[in-house]
């Protein structure tokens, strides 16, 4: 039996994130040179006939098929994973069987969201010899990955405690945003103009959203919910800006007790999972003309950064299959999500500048203590690391790009490879949220006035305000047509 | 997975209603420059925005 790790050899998840989004880009990168290191990897394609679903990525590799692809990349993936839950100091045994079982329901859900009654878009029909779908893109696969670990966490409580070293759906999450650096970088080499608006933008929506959604939530719970400044930090920090994140990272400015922001991540989290079934559908049918509002309006409104980028990435499914229905418009994939993204990232960013507001201001003037300051390495320890994996794998593929423009197909390519583990680590991602959402838990605990101010807050005005401000700075910005 | 300490939450959160602990005058000012600068930023960024950033 293998032993944890000492904790002075421990990895952060955070790090650990960094570390294996890095390897993965770097070993898709290698296709450039000639070495095609992820060929292997495997897709999935909408289907009518389930024979023909699975494939490797590359062609160099259609020797091995489908079936070969899966095993290849189950095992890498374990591999991987289990060298990581060593270095997080797990338990590696239970870490790797909780992953297998999590891996395999994760990928069946993704293979059955791609059957073509469920994945096809119109100008596909014919092709399957299909009269209706449901129009979903096999991103469906997503939201079946939410249910089964809904119907997991909820009613199969046992398994889920089994699996539990495997539940982590932020490391999945900031893995999948370390490699997605790199396919949206290459989005942005092709358009660097428009990157450069979205980019704008993006970052006035967010400083927008800090001041007003922060100081309104702080001021709601405080004045008429009447909590304690300990309890209305992490919950203004959870329903405003970025849930789980940021729920802990000013909960722990202020020195606030950690069961405090945790009880407001499971609120988080939840809420993240009624937005997610939710407000995508929302956009598709209000928003379809104005794709980038939509885009930004995910980022904004949906807390954890799970949640935000995959509602972003359903969003972009449902909207360019509506747009191509309603108007024969195909926009280009890529950049509706890219703006939830850019979006999600600058506040993820933003949530260490605004742990250090809030430090000092309870260090300084609320809670003064003698010689306390808030130190350069505090707000280091408390900076989300993987930002860093997500803005190198962007700034890399971006510099390639404009150095070398004749190189960008061969760069798409191998961004291509890297979006399979995107993907994958996306629909693990959504299975596990799902698992460790339990509601039965939750209200045990007796938690309802929390869950009042969030739902009056959150659907009172954080989703309409995320609203206006994504269409003050995003209406009249369309996609490139593909 | 997320893990929620034994200790009974619901006492806690009962009393503070009868233990409020008022808005302190640091916390006014937090509150009020937060959403002051937020609204004067939002009409000069968006201004910012369409009239320098391609659409």
Known sequence: MMHPMPARLKLTEDWFAVVAGLSIFALALASMAGADLLGWAVTTSVW???????????????????????????????????????????????????????????????????????????????????????????????????VAGLVVGNFFPGFAASWKEALRPEMYIKTAIVILGGYLGVTAAEQVGLATSVMFRGLCAIVEAYLIYWALVYFIARKYFKFSREWSVPLASGISICGVSAAIATGSAIKARPVVPVMVSSLVVIFAVIELL????????????????????????????????????????????????????????????????????????????????????????????????????????????????????????????????????????????????????????????????????????????????????????????????????????KPPVA | MIRVDETKLTDELRRMESEYEPLLPVEKTLIVWSLSLGVVLLAVLVWFSHAFFEQ
Not at chain 1, 300 to 305: C, G, H, N
Request: net charge positive; charged share 10%.
């Open chain 1, 48 to 146: 009518m006939d389930p024979a023909k679903a699975l494939a490797p990525v590359s062609k160099a590799f259609a020797g091995i098929k489908g079936a070969g692809a899966f095993a290849a990349t189950f095992f890498f993936l374990l591999a991987l994973l289990s060298i990581g839950a060593r270095l997080l100091g797990l338990e590696v045994r239970r870490f790797a069987g909780g992953f297998a079982a999590v891996f395999l329901i994760s990928y069946l859900c993704w293979f059955l969201g791609s059957w073509a009654r469920i994945a096809a878009t119109p100008d596909k029909l014919k092709g399957f010899g299909l009269s209706w779908s449901l129009n979903l893109t096999n991103e469906a696969g997503y939201i079946l990955a939410l």
């Open chain 1, 278 to 477: 939710l407000l995508p559908f929302l956009a598709q049918s209000f928003l379809w003309h104005e794709p980038m509002v939509a885009g930004a309006w995910m980022g904004l409104a949906v807390k954890t950064d799970g949640a935000a980028v995959a509602s972003g990435a359903i969003t972009e499914s449902l909207i360019v299959a509506k747009s191509l229905e309603m108007q024969g418009i195909r926009f280009q994939p890529g950049w509706i999500l890219a703006t939830t993204t850019t979006v999600k990232v600058f506040i993820d960013v933003f949530i260490a500048v605004w742990a250090f507001i809030l430090a000092w201001i309870w260090a300084r003037k609320i809670e003064p203590r003698d010689g306390e300051n808030v130190s350069a390495a505090q707000i280091w320890q408390r900076f989300p690391k993987f930002i860093l994996g997500y803005l190198a794998t962007f700034a890399i593929v971006v510099a390639i790009g404009a150095l070398a423009p004749a190189a960008v197909p061969k760069l798409k390519s191998a961004m291509g490879q890297a979006n399979v583990f995107r993907g994958i680590f996306f629909v693990l991602t959504f299975f596990t949220i799902g698992v460790i959402s339990n509601f039965k838990k939750l209200w045990a605990e007796g938690i309802g006035r929390l869950a009042a101010v969030y739902v009056l807050c959150l659907f009172g005005f954080i989703i309409w305000i995320g609203l206006l401000i994504s269409w003050l700075f995003f209406h009249g910005v």
